[in-house]
């Protein structure tokens, strides 16, 4: 199996920046897709973003689109989750998936392994 555990979540002014890292163990990286999800208190879990196999293709929600940027270094076993120009409506848990096809879902249920997750939070 793969593990995925997030970091680099914290505290951040409307308008800032931070960057999320995604460490993976576990089988080959480079064979899954990976994605990034959130999930605000009361509301179900979203899709972000995702990246594929080969880091050549990425795919966003339109909510961030322009905003966040995602990346991989497969020699790191290492997705990113860049997000600038921070909104108080960002404001979640974000997730990294891995799942075992060559292209992006976007879909929850795509995916077959979760990190725990790590808290954003933007102030206004």
């Known amino acids: 199996q793969v593990q995925l555990v997030e970091s680099g979540g914290g505290l951040v002014q409307a308008g800032g920046s931070l960057r999320l890292s995604c460490a993976a163990s576990?089988?080959?990286?480079?064979?899954?897709?990976m994605g990034w999800f959130r999930q605000a208190p009361g509301k179900e879990r979203e899709f972000v973003g995702g990246?594929?196999?080969?880091?050549?293709?990425?795919y966003y929600a339109d909510s961030v689109k322009g905003r966040f940027t995602i990346d991989r270094d497969n020699a790191k076993n290492t997705v990113y989750l860049q997000m600038n120009s921070l909104k108080p409506e960002d404001t979640a848990v974000y997730y990294c998936?891995?799942?075992?096809?060559?292209?992006?879902?976007?879909?929850?249920?795509?995916?077959?392994?979760w990190g725990r997750g790590t808290q954003v939070t933007v102030s206004s």
């Open positions: 990246i594929n196999w080969t880091g050549t293709n990425t």
């Open positions: 998936a891995a799942a075992r096809y060559p292209g992006i879902a976007t879909m929850a249920p795509g995916y077959m392994y």
């Open positions: 576990g089988r080959t990286f480079s064979s899954y897709s």
